[in-house]
């Protein structure tokens, strides 16, 4: 592991912040975001005493512990269209890497007109240099993403994925909008957290939405995410490294989702079951 | 413009700016978001497609493409996933199939990526066997592909050697891969269906294509992928039959040749069918043709009966859309929207049909209707639907006369672009219906640089061209449309529209040779060369022969609203009142309740003096169309002919409130300008007609009105100057029409010998009234008193007065005359403008 000053704890020399093990003595060095995340655990805990100030004075606390509480339950899920989740979750499909991997991806590549997404100014920001190892997701009560991503939600095994996830107050895009950052700037520190502090970061985020009639899941799902159409506003879960098929805890979908995902959906049940992947569908 | 396409997640972007209009399959829904959401959402898939340049439709046909294409390849390869059960399998099968019906790139695409690569056969074989696949395209394929996995194997092999001995690195291998399969090269060479003039394209489109990469010597590399492939081709060949043999001789041969037979089978059998079902239609058409209304219903009844047990809903809801389309060509819209409405109720989700219905009630004057259908289009997610809902919206609002409120339809309907040329078209058609002709000169111009395939478009520039009395320049691109586009239903059109601008210029010879070619050329239900064939005898003041024209055309289309209101049209202009009123007693009732009939109902009406009834007819229209300026511009005639000017003056600047170029409205403004004695504009009356260098009939036309307004404003020299230039025109049936002005200009100069040459012949009220001064002023009392008579036979209410200011002066011969020879002059003047 690392020591505060950014060393290896093993062979004490500076490690790069983007890797997982160490350069020198290949020592497990954990994962570059959970680790950003620790390291600005101060600056969260300094916004967590104001907010939690706010919610005394306005005598909460018991919803805020409530919603603490469903927080922690909370669980990580992915949206996405049957049609590419498929190939992203069987990773041990030999077809299914072969031709809709390779040989689609080929005719594609042929006709020069890939596309290039400006995702690493905001990104990099976040995750300098190992972003392209992240898989962003959102934090749920309920089983489901954002249904703006596709109409099929994936919900994580916590135990397969606690480890390398760091949560961050919301999409980044909105984030560096909002807060007039521009390209070579830090991130303010005190807007991410570690997988054991994602509820912190959940009330720092949520407090001053909070009233006391708000008592169950139910009642918290739409302050922990806010759907709307332009611009959904969750917390964002940020998964470093592979997702293997094994880490799905659950799919879910939606009745109204397209005849294709469904019959894809569908003929992979006992595929899912064999999986252990539990599976749901959702009348609208 | 650019766009982003995403077939997996079914999502398009069309950005603009740092925005983009979010697009999802199957869902009519647009959502506007920031570009970063853009690259959120389209980052999370692997198949994004950029394009450049694009437009709205095209980037929604190709989110539709893609989405086909994606679904197609993992709706397959689940099909070959053996932790996927049969049963859970043959949903998807029918669903492929589904898709290949409804889209053959989706099928060739599939074909192309799964003949790239050697697969597991046994994957193949396993659901291969399962017998419920047979006679689907899924099983052919699957066929295919498991005979040819040797073949596969070895191409794969031949192209990753040529690779390697050529040293490309994995990327450019993957690249030029990526071009072949796009060719269809390994589908080709895998299914043995590639041979050496194949093999050839492939080499000059690779050298193409390799030019701009990084690939060294890609010439080289090109030649050797062609000498090398070239040992592979097979079709025709003696290789070509055994590989036939050895799909037969194979294990599971029985099954397999039953399967083969059946495929090849079913292929026959449905363009048999296919075959019969259009000689079906072809039948139902003849029946409508010979107006065997009951047994084109049974016949139609029998052929969509059969297609709903053997071919399903989809194929009767077309065929019945195709008749409807029939029965409207031959007027029959209550045929067409019972045939229409059948199709939608057997083929909902067919949005095509809604148009049809839309269209219909279009035809039926039902507008309300009509645009319900139309909405309904509206919510399609073919944006093609969509657009002609839109345009057919617009359609409406053109037909009420709401000329900016269409305007508005259509333009949100071109919003983003469209891939059609028909809105555009209607664009063009609605700024020439207010006078904007350069703007729609420009549509067309665009339209036919965009679809050079479109003869219509040239067409159009044309006219546009004529309408702005550029008649060379019109002339010049009727005849580049008629060496460009060689269609016989094109050639028939444009032969029509230049034989009829030739006649409108008086060049009449040549203009019947054109007409004539397009009569041969034009189809039953295709009237208009007929219809101008008829017209340039009109103009060409040959009365009789357009007669003889209109009447044969009549015969067998007695539900041809355009037939029927052209010969009414000629009949009462020639003055042949009661030719035209048996003429329509004998219509069927259905056919004298269309609006144009009941005009010319109501102009034969106002012939008989039955004003009131006349009027009656023209406001009930009127209050259905508020802006039909055709209706308009006959009220406001009726209420000139009741002497009712004022109202006259108010209803003709009501039209030009609607079209500020309408010549009728025009020249009925200053009409009553001079009934009220002020004085004429003639600014107005001549518009964009150049007085110099006259050529078309309008031309002559708006001469002889000035000629009129000349007079009335004691220009009389130039009056007639311009009178005698339409006299010498070729134009025989302006002369019935300014022969009075002339002779009355004659009189006013003393030329009384020619003023009586002038109206000798004449046959009209003024001309008779004319007649009569000109006998009353030589005291030739009798003459005077019989032309007088006959002009009193059916004269319109205004000449009241100056037929008794004539009878007065002349035939009663008052010794102390209460009219001066100037009264009457200008008394005359007033009827002739009125007249005009």
């Known amino acids: 592991m690392t020591t505060e000053e950014g060393l290896c704890k093993s062979c004490n020399t500076p490690f790069n912040n983007s890797r997982t093990l160490c350069d020198v003595c290949q020592s497990d060095i954990g994962f570059p975001n959970v680790r950003a995340a620790i390291k600005n655990q101060k600056l969260l805990d300094d916004r967590f005493k104001l907010v939690m100030a706010s919610i005394n004075s306005r005598q909460l606390e018991v919803t805020a512990n409530n919603y603490k509480n469903a927080v922690n339950d909370a669980s990580v899920v992915i949206a996405r269209s049957m049609t590419s989740l498929l190939p992203m979750i069987d990773n041990s499909n030999v077809l299914l890497s072969t031709f809709h991997h390779q040989v689609a991806s080929n005719a594609r590549l042929a006709e020069n007109n890939e596309f290039d997404p400006k995702r690493e100014a905001v990104e990099s920001l976040l995750h300098p240099f190992y972003y392209k190892d992240v898989h962003y997701a959102a934090l749920s009560l309920d089983s489901v993403g954002i249904k703006y991503y596709g109409d099929v939600h994936i919900q994580f095994k916590d135990n397969l994925i606690k480890h390398r996830t760091s949560f961050f107050e919301e999409n980044p895009f909105n984030f560096v909008k909002k807060h007039k950052i521009i390209v070579g700037e830090n991130i303010p520190g005190g807007y991410s957290a570690t997988w054991e502090e994602k509820w912190k970061l959940a009330l720092c985020k949520s407090h001053a939405n909070l009233t006391s009639d708000l008592k169950s899941n139910d009642d918290f799902k739409n302050i922990l995410v806010v759907e709307c159409e332009k611009n959904p506003d969750f917390i964002e879960a940020h998964i470093f490294g592979t997702i293997h098929v094994a880490c799905i805890n659950k799919v879910t979908m939606f009745s109204d989702a397209d005849k294709t995902s469904m019959l894809l959906f569908n003929a992979n049940k006992s595929k899912f079951s064999t999986l252990n992947i539990d599976t749901e569908v959702r009348g609208m | ?652 600047k009501a039209v030009l409130e609607i079209n500020v170029f309408d010549r009728v409205a025009n020249l009925g403004v200053q009409a009553m300008n001079f009934a009220f004695n002020k004085r004429v504009d003639e600014k107005s009356i001549i518009l964009d007609i150049n007085i110099s260098n006259p050529k078309s009939i309008e031309d002559y036309q708006a001469i002889g009105e000035l000629g009129l307004v000349k007079l009335s404003i004691g220009e009389t020299e130039n009056g007639k100057e311009l009178l005698l230039q339409v006299k010498n025109s070729s134009f025989k049936s302006l002369h019935a029409r300014f022969n009075a002005a002339l002779s009355l200009a004659g009189l006013k100069l003393g030329q009384d010998n020619a003023a009586l040459k002038a109206v000798k012949k004449s046959k009209n009220s003024v001309g008779f009234i004319q007649k009569a001064v000109i006998y009353g002023m030589q005291g030739k009392v009798n003459l005077a008193r019989e032309s007088l008579k006959q002009a009193e036979h059916h004269h319109p209410q205004y000449m009241n007065k100056v037929i008794e200011m004539v009878r007065n002066t002349y035939i009663n011969a008052a010794n102390d005359a209460i009219y001066s020879q100037e009264d009457i002059y200008h008394e005359q003047l007033k009827v002739m403008l009125i007249a005009a």
């Open chain 2, 1 to 652: 413009m650019e766009a982003y396409v995403s077939g997996s997640a079914g999502l398009a972007a069309i950005v603009v700016g740092n925005h983009a209009k979010l697009y999802k399959v199957n869902s009519t829904e647009v959502i506007d978001v920031t570009i970063n959401i853009v690259h959120q959402l389209f980052s999370s898939n692997d198949d994004v497609l950029v394009l450049k340049n694009t437009n709205k439709s095209q980037t929604i046909k190709k989110l539709y493409t893609e989405k086909n294409k994606a679904d197609c390849l993992i709706l397959f390869l689940s099909l070959l996933d053996d932790m996927i059960d049969f049963e859970s399998k043959y949903p998807l099968i029918e669903h492929l199939n589904d898709i290949f019906d409804k889209d053959l790139e989706a099928y060739d695409y599939l074909c192309n990526v799964m003949f790239t690569r050697p697969l597991p056969i046994i994957n193949i074989k396993s659901i291969l066997d399962d017998s419920l696949l047979l006679n689907s395209k899924v099983q052919s394929l699957l066929s295919l592909l498991f005979n040819s996995q040797d073949q596969i194997k070895k191409c794969n092999e031949l192209f990753n050697s040529i690779c390697d001995r050529r040293k490309l690195s994995s990327d450019k291998s993957s690249y030029v891969e990526g071009i072949l399969i796009n060719k269809g090269f390994f589908y080709n060479f895998g299914s043995k269906q590639a041979n050496n003039h194949f093999l050839q394209t492939i080499q000059f489109e690779l050298i193409e294509k390799l030019k701009n990469s990084n690939i060294d010597d890609y010439v080289n590399f090109s030649s050797c992928i062609r000498t090398e492939f070239s040992s592979l081709t097979t079709v025709g060949s003696n290789e070509a039959k055994i590989h036939l043999q050895e799909i037969e001789e194979e294990g599971h041969k029985s099954e397999r040749k039953k399967t083969i037979y059946q495929a090849k089978a079913k292929k026959e059998n449905n363009k048999d069918a296919y075959d019969r079902v259009q000689a079906q239609i072809k039948k139902i058409r003849e029946q409508l043709r010979l107006r065997l209304i009951d047994p084109a219903k049974r016949m139609a009844h029998e052929l969509i009966e059969s297609q709903l047990k053997n071919g399903g809903n989809e194929f009767a809801a077309q065929s019945l859309c195709s008749i409807s389309e029939y029965a409207k060509k031959l007027n029959l819209f209550e045929l067409q929207l019972e045939w229409s409405l059948l199709a939608s109720e057997k083929a909902p989700n067919d949005y095509r049909t809604y148009g049809h219905i839309a269209d219909a009630y279009v035809n039926l004057d039902d507008m309300n209707e009509a645009k319900k259908y139309f909405e309904i289009c509206l919510k399609s997610i073919d944006n093609n639907h969509q657009v002609y809902g839109q345009t057919g919206l617009a359609r409406i609002e053109r037909s009420r006369g709401n000329f900016p409120r269409a305007m508005e339809l259509i333009e949100l309907a071109l919003d983003g672009g469209v891939d059609d040329s028909a809105p555009y078209i209607f664009k063009a058609e609605l700024l020439r219906d207010q006078g904007m002709l350069k703007e729609a000169f420009d549509i067309y111009e665009l339209v036919s640089r965009n679809y050079p395939e479109l003869g219509r478009a040239v067409c159009g520039k044309a006219a546009v061209l004529a309408e702005q009395k550029k008649f060379d320049d019109a002339e010049e691109v009727y005849r580049f449309a008629l060496k460009n586009y060689r269609s016989s239903e094109e050639q028939c059109f444009i032969f029509s529209s230049l034989g009829f601008l030739l006649a409108r210029l008086g060049k009449f010879t040549e203009s019947h040779k054109l007409l004539d070619k397009s009569i041969n050329l034009s189809s039953f239900e295709d009237v208009v060369p007929l219809l101008s064939k008829a017209k340039a005898f009109q103009m060409e003041g040959k009365t009789k022969e357009a007669e003889k024209v209109l009447l044969k055309t009549f015969k067998g289309r007695e539900s041809f609203n355009d037939v029927i209101e052209q010969l009414l049209d000629l009949y009462i202009s020639n003055g042949e009142i009661s030719k035209a009123s048996n003429f329509y007693t004998k219509l069927k009732e259905e056919m004298k309740e269309s609006d144009i009939v009941q005009i010319r109902l109501s102009q034969l009406l106002k012939e008989q003096g039955e004003y009131e009834d006349s009027l009656q007819i023209i406001d009930k229209l009127k209050a259905r169309r508020p802006k039909y300026i055709l209706a308009l511009n006959e009220r406001a005639s009726i209420l000139k002919t009741k002497e009712k000017y004022r109202e006259a003056l108010l209803q003709y």
